[in-house]
C-alpha cells in the first residue's frame, strides 16, 4: 500500500525568506500524481501545486514550487519569498494514476508559521 | 467559479442524536469523499461514493453512513453521535478520469457534540 509521510510537524520561517517543506513517499506503482495542499486558519483546503510523476520537469506556481525526486521518492516544496498569508497547514498528497478514481493518500500535514 | 458546500460551519449536537452533515457540489463531479480531520491525526476517510447509490467504506466508517440519492449531494449520517465524533469534518469531490487534478474542497463543518 502506498504511504506519505510527513516528517515535519512544524516549521517557521521569517516573512519574506524561503521555506522548504519535506515530503517522502512510498509506491511501486510508476503513474501516478502528487499533490501539495494548503489549509489557511480559515479551513478551506487549496491545492497548491501537483506534479505527474511521468513529467521530469518539476511543477512550479509563482512562488511555490516543487522539488521532485522521483527515484528517492521525494517530494518537497519550496515557497520563496514567504509571506503572511501563507501560515497554514500543508498536507502532502499521492493519487494513483493506474486508477485515477482512487482516493488520495495523505500525509499528516506540516503547520507553518510565518514570523513577521 | 466552481463550489463544494457544506451546509454548516459550526454544528453542536447531543450525545445520542442522529446527525446529518450536507455536501452539496456544482461541477457535476462523479467522485465524492468524506473526511474526518482531527490533530495529530491528519485527515481520515470516512467514506466516499464513485456515483449516484453507490457508497465505498474509508478506513474508518464505523458509526457512520452516508447517503448519495443524487449525484450533486452526499450526505454523512451520524446514526447515533457520541462525544469522540466531535471534529472537522470535510467534504471534497473531483472528476471521474480527471484524477490528476485532484480534489475541491468544501469549507469543513466543525462538529461538537456534547
Known amino acids: 500500500a502506498q504511504t506519505v509521510t510527513q516528517s515535519q510537524p512544524e516549521m517557521s520561517v521569517q516573512e519574506a525568506e524561503t521555506v522548504t517543506l519535506s515530503c517522502t513517499y512510498d509506491?511501486?506503482?510508476?503513474?501516478?500524481?502528487l499533490f501539495w495542499y494548503k489549509q489557511p486558519p480559515s479551513r478551506q483546503m487549496i491545492l497548491v501545486i501537483r506534479?505527474?510523476?511521468?513529467k521530469q520537469q518539476n511543477a512550479t506556481e509563482n512562488r511555490f514550487s516543487v522539488n521532485f525526486q522521483k527515484a528517492a521518492k521525494s517530494f518537497s516544496l519550496k515557497i520563496s519569498d514567504s509571506q503572511l498569508g501563507d501560515a497554514a497547514m500543508y498536507f502532502c498528497?499521492?493519487?494513483?494514476?493506474?486508477?485515477?478514481?482512487?482516493?488520495?493518500?495523505w500525509g499528516a500535514g506540516t503547520k507553518l508559521i510565518i514570523k513577521p | 467559479d466552481v463550489k463544494v458546500t457544506q451546509s454548516s460551519r459550526y454544528l453542536v449536537k447531543r450525545t445520542g442524536e442522529k446527525v446529518f452533515l450536507e455536501c452539496v457540489q456544482d461541477?457535476?463531479?462523479?467522485?465524492m469523499f468524506w473526511y474526518r480531520q482531527d490533530p495529530g491525526l491528519g485527515l481520515r476517510l470516512i467514506y466516499f461514493?464513485?456515483?449516484?447509490?453507490?457508497?465505498e467504506k474509508g478506513d474508518i466508517p464505523e458509526g457512520y453512513s452516508v447517503s448519495r440519492e443524487k449525484k450533486e449531494r452526499f450526505s454523512l449520517i451520524l446514526e447515533s453521535a457520541s462525544t469522540n465524533q466531535t471534529s472537522m469534518y470535510l467534504c471534497a469531490s473531483d472528476k471521474r478520469g480527471l484524477g490528476g487534478y485532484g480534489y475541491t474542497f468544501g469549507s469543513g463543518t466543525r462538529l461538537t457534540v456534547v
Open positions: 509506491t511501486s506503482e510508476s503513474d501516478y500524481y
Open positions: 506534479q505527474e510523476a511521468y
Open positions: 461514493s464513485y456515483d449516484v447509490k453507490m457508497k
Open positions: 498528497a499521492y493519487r494513483s494514476g493506474e486508477d485515477s478514481n482512487y482516493q488520495l493518500i
Open positions: 461541477m457535476d463531479h462523479e467522485n
